[in-house]
């Protein structure tokens, strides 16, 4: 979305001044544990104002782009 992009970039590459890559995040985190992040926010990052469906379109378009849970945690 537009909100994510200022700071995550169009790809999801980070910005040096504000949002990390992306890819060192998502397949570090289970679905939950990333919509509980989009959902909630954290101290850097501002909860999404999305709807039920746009938090499921950035959930998919994260795991098709970057790749399922590894499974090793965070």
Known sequence: ?????GCHGTTGEGT???GP????HVV???DAELLAVLVIG????????????GFADVL????????????TGH
């Open 1 to 5: 979305t537009a909100d994510c992009t």
């Open 16 to 18: 040096k001044e504000a």
């Open 21 to 24: 890559p992306l890819a060192d």
């Open 28 to 30: 570090n985190h289970t």
């Open 42 to 53: 954290t101290d850097d990052m501002p909860a999404a104002d999305l709807t039920q469906q």
């Open 60 to 71: 998919s378009w994260m795991r098709l782009t970057f790749g399922d849970y590894n499974g």
